[in-house]
């Protein structure tokens, strides 16, 4: 059970909700916070104050008046003609995501909204009723609030949700998995729609399994190292010592205890001088990527427990403050540099795919590490995959986060398109997970015909794992499948458990 308080959640803790359906709760002293808060509200709306969201219109419209008696409808209004988005559902495991981190960003009390209200969402989190939630139509500017109010639409009875694998209508799905409908009060619709949940959740998944996909990286590299007999002198500590970066470093200590008692690769390798930059460069390209993966990771890890809503409530103060928390510009920027930090593993994989197959590069092995070529065509056209892959990469990479489109009649007037540079970044990570994986298959293909015997005993290993389900390929078979197979086993981090018990936890 993860407790929320709205100050401790962790990316860890964000998978295990969202991926492993762990149940969360919110904390006692929560409770306290958002219940002293919403007596505030109230006690504003028996004032008469005019405050934006409680008692005036939205956006352009926050200068208008809403009659005390229209305070209801005005918070259903809010959801339904904001529910505007368009494209394929995200993934029940996003949803989950937006679902917790919603609930984890009101428990702090400064939102206003019923307990009550947030019962319903965690009822629902915890019971697997998932809102359909269209992946496209949100600018990231005054928070996510076009896929944030399909998030609400169940809570209503309205819109559709997903139930025990079914889609069902919002009102079908409460009612099956018993739990009620609620009314939206006086600042409630606004304090579930205003934030940077969708892209924040989004990140924090892909973020998780960038960390993992590090690793995996630099295994995957280890085995071309082997084939391609590397100088591991290049990955002495001296040398990345002197420039002094974090990943760099690490990926350098990641190579030389892989690649230890290694009989393909060492510190000397008679008649030659140095690997390509692909291969000697390795600590380089994957460190500054590591690199930019820690910051994002700790830009992420500061979002899941902001307050992120407008206007904020200030109950010790009595002060109602309307801000810009919701801006997703932290995000979007985090989260275009980690898509180009992604796309990096990829374009460096390719490149060294390529010099496992090519003839002219390859350490004399066969080209395309077809046996009898010529009639079988081998990893040539995995390569052509590989190559297709990074440049689409080339394209998503773009930053989403230097566009911005007026909106609001001019009111929005800069907008951060973080949930586009979240879902460019989640289609980076997918893409490179398949890259990484062509490379596998193609190292795995490379050392079998060496000789495994010859190979560090962490590589083994990996060998070992990838041929308990890949057979080395004696002649032309059906690539995809064995390449679907190898993408499992990246996308599932099977290798990282198989290789740190040979050398010891990675970095």
Same mark, same amino acid.
């Given at each position: 059970m993860i407790e929320l308080n709205g100050i401790t959640l962790t990316i860890e803790e964000v998978k295990r909700v969202a991926r492993d359906r762990e149940k969360a709760e919110i904390s006692l002293e929560a409770c306290a916070a958002i219940n002293h808060s919403r007596a505030h509200v109230e006690a504003m709306l028996k004032s008469g104050e005019a405050v934006y969201g409680l008692t005036t219109g939205f956006g352009k419209f926050s200068d208008t008046r809403i009659a005390d008696k229209d305070t209801e409808e005005l918070q259903r209004n809010l959801i339904v003609s904001h529910a505007c988005g368009t494209g394929e559902p995200l993934p029940t495991e996003a949803v989950r995501g937006v679902m917790l981190l /919603?609930?984890? %960003?009101l428990v702090s009390g400064f939102s206003g909204i019923r307990l009550s209200t947030m019962e319903t969402l965690l009822q629902m989190l915890n019971a697997g009723v998932h809102p359909v939630i269209p992946e496209k139509g949100s600018?990231?500017?005054?928070?996510?609030?076009v896929p944030l109010a399909h998030m609400v639409l169940p809570m209503i009875g309205l819109g559709l949700a997903e139930y025990h694998g079914e889609i069902l209508a919002g009102s079908e799905a409460m009612r099956r998995a018993g739990i009620a409908t609620i009314k939206l009060a006086a600042k409630e619709g606004l304090a579930l729609i205003n934030g940077t949940q969708v892209m924040t959740a989004i990140g924090?998944?892909? *973020?998780?399994?960038a960390v993992q996909l590090s690793k995996n990286a630099d295994i995957i590299a280890s085995l071309t190292c082997e084939a391609q007999s590397c100088i591991t002198k290049a990955f002495d500590p001296r040398v990345h010592q002197l420039r002094g970066h974090a990943g760099q470093i690490a990926c350098a200590e990641n190579l030389r205890n892989i690649l230890k008692d290694s009989l393909l690769s060492g510190e000397d390798i008679p008649g030659k001088v140095q690997d390509a930059y692909s291969i000697r460069c390795i600590p380089q390209i994957h460190g500054a990527s590591r690199d930019a993966v820690c910051y994002?990771?700790? %830009?992420v890890s500061r979002e899941i427990n902001a307050v992120t809503d407008n206007p904020l409530i200030f109950p010790k103060e009595g002060d109602v403050i309307s801000g810009g928390n919701f801006h997703g510009? &932290?995000?979007a920027l985090a989260l275009d540099f980690l898509a180009i930090a992604l796309a990096e593993? %990829?374009? *460096?994989s390719e490149r060294r795919t390529e010099r496992l197959v090519n003839p002219a590069l390859n350490n004399h092995l066969p080209a395309f590490l077809a046996p009898n070529g010529g009639l079988n065509s081998g990893f040539m056209i995995a390569q052509y995959a590989a190559a297709a892959l990074v440049s689409e990469n080339k394209i998503l990479a773009h930053p989403a986060s230097v566009d911005s489109i007026p909106s609001s009649a001019n009111q929005e007037d800069h907008v951060s398109m973080g949930t586009i540079a979240a879902r460019k970044a989640a289609e980076i990570l997918k893409n490179v997970q /398949? *890259?990484?994986a062509i490379e596998l298959f193609a190292a795995g293909q490379a050392t079998g015909l060496i000789g495994k015997e010859k190979l560090a005993p962490a590589t083994r290993a990996a060998y070992d794992l990838l041929r308990a389900e890949v057979p080395q390929a004696e002649r032309d078979i059906l690539m995809y499948e064995q390449m679907q197979k190898c993408e499992r086993i990246v996308i599932e981090g /099977?290798?990282? &458990? %198989? *290789?740190e018990a040979v050398t010891g936890e990675l970095n």
């Open positions: /919603r609930l984890n %960003a600018l990231g500017a005054s928070g996510d609030l924090a998944l892909c *973020v998780y399994d994002v990771y700790e %830009a510009q &932290p995000m593993f %990829a374009d *460096v /398949r *890259v990484l /099977r290798l990282i &458990p %198989a *290789v």
